[in-house]
Structure formats: C-alpha cells, structure tokens
C-alpha cells in the first residue's frame, strides 16, 4: 500500500473506532427523530438522498459567490502589485518561506514528522471550534498514521475548520505578537515573521490540499461538494482579509475591496442577465420556426 491508502485507512479506522466507542459526533437530532419514527431502510435512504441533494443545491448556490471572489480578489491582487508591493521586504520574505515549505513538501523531506504536526494542528483546530461552540471533547488522538477526536457537539464549522484556518501559522503570529511586545525586538525581526507566516500559510495550504482527496470523514458529513466549495469559499476571503492586512492602510483597503466586490458581482449578473434573455429570445424564435 502506498503511504497515502495507509495515511486514508487509518483515518478511517480511527474516526470509526471513536464512533462506536461513544457515537457523539453523529448528528443526535437526525438519529432520535430516526429512533422515534421508526423509518424503514427505505425511507432512511430517502431522507439521505433528500438531504444530500439539498446540500449539492447550497453548493450551486454558493459557487456564484466563489467566483466573484475570486475574480475580486485576482483584480486586487494586481492592483496591489501595480503599486510596487511585490517590490517590498515583506512580499520577497513572505515568498521566500511559502517556496521554502513548498519545496520540503515536494521532496518528501520529515514526511512522517509533518505529518503527525498536520494531524495534531487539524484535530487541535477541530477542538478550540468545539469548544468555542461550548461542547467538550472527551477523546482525542494524533499521530503520523491519522487522528481525530470525540465530542458532545458538532456542526458545519467544527467539521470544516481545519480547511480553512491556517492552525500554526496562527498559532505563529500569536506568539511571535506576545514577544514582540514583552521583549520589544526590532523591527529586523519582522522579516523572520513574514518568512515564518510564509511557512506556515503554505503549510496549510499545501497539505490541506493533498490530504483532501484522502476520503477525510469531515467533508462527507455535510457532503463533500458543499464541504468543498464552503472550503473554497472561506479561504478565498481569508487571503483576501490578508491582502487588505498587508496594505498600508488595512480598513481603507477592506472597504475597497468589498466596494470592488459588489461592483463585480453586479457586472457578472448583468452578464447572465444579457445571457438568459438572448437565450430565451432564440428559443422562441427556434420555436416559431
């Protein structure tokens, strides 16, 4: 087996074998109200296609928004190039860490290591949402081979948190923020920020990508299309929220970006618009014929 069947089977065998322990991550309400109906396999299966259908629809409607985005975020992007940013320390300090990671990535250098630091940051991630949710978390495991953990709640954002929150590049900055103030360091050593935040934004990214076609059980509790595009979705704006951070004047830059936002959301709909009514004007003229 290659080492990404082991990484996926494990996984699977955990969050299984911390399922029938204590079945608390299981969506409660849906399994009572199926104990006190009594459905039959059909009707189960026809509720779960139901709700299956309707996630795939909240994720067609969602893809709009993922476009506009993007687009937005693309258009910014450039402008703030256009004015010299990839010129900056910052920029080249920050590029410097992200090609760092990226390259100890592609040559497999402490596979085994990172691996068990992306479990442990991705179960970590699960728990502070499960907390801030006020649940509790009664088991919890990470290692090289695959984790997970066991909980009294559970919903969309704990089941997804870990796609779209950069756990140690977050975890980065705090402490980085917490000995800037108390040890007053120069501003020499912001650049070894911008390179570490490189590091770890990548990290994320990265492995986060390669470990999502890996059969991960969070994407299939709420549908792995609606997962996805929600995942999409939620980074998209926090690059975005770090773009705007990295300008000179971040609130300016925030409110620019949400004006340029709807701006584009409002040529795109024109677009369509234009499209549909084209297109009903030849259909009738087809049908006229």
Not at 1 to 17: G, I, K, Q, T, Y
Not at 48 to 76: D, H, N, Y
Not at 88 to 95: L, M, Q
Request: charged share 20%; aromatic share 18%.
């Amino acid at each position: 087996m290659s080492f990404a069947e082991v990484v996926s089977l494990a996984n699977r065998r955990a969050h299984d074998e911390a399922n029938r322990r204590s079945g608390r991550r299981e969506m409660k309400s849906v399994r009572a109200a199926i104990e006190a109906t009594e459905l039959d396999d059909e009707e189960e299966e026809r509720i779960e296609w139901t709700q299956r259908l309707k996630r795939i629809a909240m994720g067609i409607m969602l893809l709009p928004f993922c476009w506009v985005t993007l687009w937005t975020f693309l258009s910014r992007f450039e402008h703030t190039l256009g004015q010299g940013f990839w010129q900056s320390r910052e920029f080249w300090y920050f590029t410097v860490g992200a090609l760092w990671m990226f390259a100890w990535f592609t040559f497999r250098l402490c596979r085994s290591f990172l691996t068990f630091v992306y479990v442990l940051g991705h179960e970590l991630t699960h728990a502070v949402f499960v907390w801030a949710f006020f649940g509790k978390v009664t088991d919890f495991k990470a290692s090289s081979q695959g984790g997970y953990i066991t909980t009294t709640k559970t919903n969309m954002l704990i089941a997804l948190s870990p796609y779209f929150v950069p756990f140690w590049a977050v975890v980065f900055s705090l402490v980085f923020a917490v000995l800037k103030h108390f040890l007053q360091l120069s501003p020499t050593w912001d650049l070894v920020y911008y390179s570490g935040l490189g590091m770890t934004w990548t990290f994320h990214i990265v492995w986060t990508i390669w470990m999502l076609p890996r059969d991960q059980p969070d994407l299939k509790e709420h549908g792995t299309f609606f997962s996805l595009v929600v995942i999409l979705l939620v980074n998209l704006v926090l690059l975005a929220a770090l773009l705007c951070v990295a300008a000179e004047s971040p609130w300016q830059d925030a409110k620019a970006f949400v004006m340029e936002w709807v701006r584009w959301a409002t040529t795109w709909l024109g677009v369509v618009w234009r499209w549909l009514v084209q297109a009903h004007s030849e259909f009738r003229a087809a049908g006229k014929f």
